[in-house]
């Protein structure tokens, strides 16, 4: 695994390479450039003493002829000769001095730019010339050291001779001006190639560096920075089963896996407190469907107990009528008829209030809701506080729906439980079901006290009741509504005002997706 610490070094070498290339090539250009002018200077340094040189050595040709012409005339004009002898003698030797100063000057600079390039062989083959001119030089001052060299033809024609030489190893000079700046034109074209193709090959290669190193940084750091961010926003969007998904081995990766550990853990937790509050829900279900049977039983003991009066009051008759008499036998089955009537009566009310108190868990299925809103009705009928409030019914013969049926029958004891609580004695309460389009509709509408803008924004609220201390939890509409959204229904409360009545409308699917079913 590759640290960030590691990347980032990693990038930094790459870019002190490519500066280092550059700096590379910017310093050869530069010293090519410094030693072209240097060789430049110093070529152009010796080539005005090359050209003195040849020109002092045509002066002396020049005085040399004439001090020869001048000779050849001594017999004519013996006193002009020697006037013009004189003169050109002491021009020759001002001329040869001359030269002798020239040579020194050439040869000093020959030797400065010999130590700075010992491996150039014009430069050496120069200077050997050079030391071939400077002993012709020597010999020729050597023969004008006479005083009579200008009067004796053996002394001119030596010095000629000499002179001839020295002008033949003086005229190398300006070839070997020509071949080195020749040779050296040619060596600054090939290193001129050379630099130019490095500095190509460099540029090429700074430009791959830097787009492997822009790349690098794309791929190391601003890529998982990205992925990052976008991952922890959909996290923080509430999508808890997203996960980041980075594979850079470096620490970014390590963050990743936190934050992916992070989001488990605390979807586990949600998924825990949804558990839990299913089970309380289920728990508060189940207490007010224990609270709802405890109050049905109450308004119902006294219906069974009437029956039950009866069949005691039967029983007694019977046994003081059991005597032989004309009529005995039908009065008899009169009062077993009525006896067996008021148990059946007894035992139909205690199976609606025994299957209302069932809390085993049961399936969504198909369930008939006009026989179920018809049986809860029935079994409110049997409540000794209802009895003379009046229940109206708007029920199709027969309408299925995939529904929970228990969940179903406290919806609709909570529902006719509340309109026939706010109801006066004479009040009315009206039910209708019926289908449209899919979805089953079932509206309860009273005409009781109604209820004002305070109350609906709060009626689904748990714990809110209006009801006097004791005579209500507030659980059973929060309860109701939880149970319609169960069942992906809605369900709506309203109202005109305080004392004109109230309307719940229920709207739940006909089918139901299964995959949803608890």
Not at 170 to 187: D, F, H, R, T
Not at 201 to 212: D, K, R
Not at 245 to 265: F, I, V
């Amino acid at each position: 695994m590759h640290t960030i610490r590691f990347k980032f070094l990693f990038c930094l070498a790459l870019l002190l390479i490519l500066v280092l290339a550059l700096a590379l090539v910017g310093y050869s250009a530069l010293s090519f450039y410094r030693n072209a002018v240097r060789d430049i200077g110093g070529r152009l340094e010796t080539l005005p003493l090359a050209l003195d040189i040849t020109a002092e050595i045509e002066e002396l040709r020049s005085a040399f002829d004439k001090i020869d012409f001048y000779y050849q005339q001594r017999t004519l004009k013996q006193l002009l000769f020697e006037i013009e002898t004189s003169q050109q003698k002491a021009r020759f030797g001002n001329l040869l001095t001359g030269f002798g100063v020239s040579l020194e000057e050439y040869d000093r600079l020959l030797q400065t730019r010999l130590r700075q390039d010992k491996s150039d062989e014009i430069l050496k083959r120069e200077a050997a010339t050079l030391y071939e001119i400077k002993s012709a030089w020597e010999n020729l001052k050597a023969r004008t050291d006479h005083e009579d060299w200008t009067s004796q033809k053996v002394y001119i024609e030596a010095v000629g001779e000499e002179l001839r030489k020295l002008r033949i190893l003086v005229a190398y000079i300006p070839k070997y001006q020509a071949e080195g700046l020749n040779e050296y034109s040619k060596n600054v074209k090939n290193r001129y190639r050379t630099l130019y193709s490095l500095t190509i090959f460099t540029g090429i290669t700074s430009a791959i560096l830097l787009t492997v190193l822009v790349r690098l940084g794309y791929v190391w750091v601003f890529r998982p920075l990205s992925v990052l961010i976008e991952g922890s926003r959909i996290i923080a969007s509430g999508q808890f089963q997203h996960r980041i998904k980075l594979n850079t081995q470096d620490e970014m990766s390590e963050l990743a896996k936190a934050l992916n550990e992070m989001t488990g853990r605390f979807q586990a937790i949600c998924a825990d407190l949804d558990q839990q509050i299913k089970i309380r829900s289920q728990e508060a279900v189940r207490n007010e469907r224990l609270a709802s049977v405890g109050f049905l039983a109450a308004g119902v003991a006294h219906e069974i107990n009437n029956p039950l009066a009866s069949i005691v009051m039967c029983a007694e008759s019977l046994e003081n009528r059991l005597k032989p008499e004309e009529n005995g036998e039908d009065i008899v089955q009169k009062y077993l008829k009525m006896i067996q009537t008021e148990a059946f009566r007894c035992k139909t009310i205690t199976e609606k209030l025994l299957d209302f108190a069932r809390t085993e868990k049961s399936n969504r299925e198909k369930t008939d809701l006009s026989s179920l809103v018809y049986g809860m009705v029935e079994m409110l009928a049997h409540h000794g506080d209802y009895r003379d409030k009046e229940v109206q019914l708007s029920l199709p013969k027969s309408l299925y729906a995939t529904v929970n049926p228990q969940e179903m029958k406290q919806v609709m004891l909570n529902l006719l439980t509340n309109a026939l609580d706010s109801i006066p004695q004479k009040g009315v309460v009206r039910v209708k079901l019926y289908e449209k389009s899919g979805v089953v509709h079932l509206i309860v509408e009273d005409n009781g006290c109604g209820m004002d803008a305070e109350v609906l924004q709060n009626v689904f609220e748990p714990f809110y009741t209006r009801k006097k201390q004791g005579q209500g939890t507030g659980l059973g509409l929060s309860i109701t509504h939880r149970i319609i959204s169960d069942h992906d229904g809605r369900i709506e409360a309203s109202s005109p005002g305080v004392g004109k009545g109230s309307t719940f409308h229920l709207e739940i699917p006909v089918e139901k997706n299964v995959s949803k079913i608890p």
